[in-house]
């Protein structure tokens, strides 16, 4: 019977579902993935959100053969050494991806309204309707890095704001961009010509800093960027320094470790969420069936369709 681990906060769907199957699950999100990885040292499968997998987890785990990311960016586990052991990883691409478009879209409403502001300043008993003048999001152009499931949804949501869409992604071509009502461009034309800017490209070793100086100050004044990708694509002191000189916006959902205490954009950060993109309940039932099924294919099957290392 093999043995899953699932350290986290996931629908208790996959489960549900892997003890049908007369899987060994246990789940536990009140002790940490090194307390667990003790007591559970035959552990087959290891299932986990944000949590990171170290060489030290995966040696703690000797019998260990696939380890699941539930959502899409598996940067916190250590694919390398995984492989090094013989060990499948696998992530679960687009079972987020509405979320965290979803996610977007209410970051870009707020911002454009001074949603937040507004909230804080009339349950103050002020009434500053004057100084949170906003903007509208109808028919503003739209820049997309990354045409992946979650930046194609991000168009999709807001196609009907009437808006313009510039995209940019080397994986997609021209034509398939156009199908979507997206018109490629490079990065820089992007940039200087985009309303709005969404990332939506993974962190490694091509794309860490990625968003810097170059590219910042081709923005236009007042033009907001959100990130709800991955922390190390933006190079926080170049943003940080052109936000001031164009007066920007900013709104931000990722940081580089998912734990409590000061951020290093708190400083210049318009809008800051606890990396709330895939905290959906709908988002978290897609990703734990999504695990869960895979696993069952992996094992009756032998599908390594998902395979990332």
């Keep these: 019977m093999n043995k899953v681990l699932i350290p986290t906060k996931l629908d208790t769907a996959a489960a549900n579902l892997l003890k049908e ?4 699950v246990v789940q536990n999100a009140d002790k940490t993935l090194d307390e667990l990885a003790k007591e559970h040292a035959d552990t087959n499968v290891l299932i986990v959100r944000s949590e990171k997998v170290t060489p030290e987890i995966i040696d703690a785990l000797p019998e260990l053969k696939l380890v699941i990311r539930a959502g899409a960016g598996y940067n916190t586990i250590d694919t390398k050494y995984a492989r090094s052991k013989k060990i499948d990883v ?8 509405n979320a965290v478009a979803e996610e977007v879209i209410a970051l870009y409403l707020a911002a454009y309204r001074h949603l937040i502001p507004g909230d804080i300043t009339t349950r ?6 004057k100084r949170l ?13 990354g045409l992946g499931n979650i930046g194609r949804l991000v168009v999709k949501r807001l196609k009907g704001f009437d808006m313009k869409f510039l995209g940019y992604d080397p994986l ?6 156009e199908q979507m009502g997206v018109k490629s461009c490079s990065m820089e034309k992007i940039f200087k010509n985009a309303d709005c800017i969404s990332l939506h490209i993974p962190e490694n070793d091509k794309t860490k800093g990625i968003i810097n100086k170059s590219l910042l100050n081709l923005m236009k004044p007042g033009a907001v960027l959100i990130n709800c990708a991955r922390s190390g694509i933006i190079n926080e002191d170049d943003l940080r320094a052109v936000k001031k000189e164009k007066n920007l916006v900013f709104c931000n959902d990722v940081y580089p470790k998912d734990i409590a205490g000061k951020k290093s954009v708190t400083d210049f950060a318009d ?3 606890p990396h709330l993109g895939a905290s959906t309940a709908e988002a978290n039932y897609n990703a734990a069936m999504r695990s869960a099924e895979q696993i069952l294919d992996y094992y009756d099957k032998g599908i390594t369709n998902y395979v990332v290392n």
């Design 90 to 97: 696998m992530n679960t691409p687009g079972a987020n991806s």
């Design 133 to 145: 003048m906003g903007r509208e999001l109808t028919e503003k152009t739209m820049g997309i890095i």
């Design 271 to 273: 809008i800051m969420l």
């Design 172 to 177: 997609v071509s021209v034509n398939m961009a």
């Design 21 to 24: 199957k007369n899987y060994n």
């Design 124 to 129: 103050q008993g002020l009434w500053e309707k």
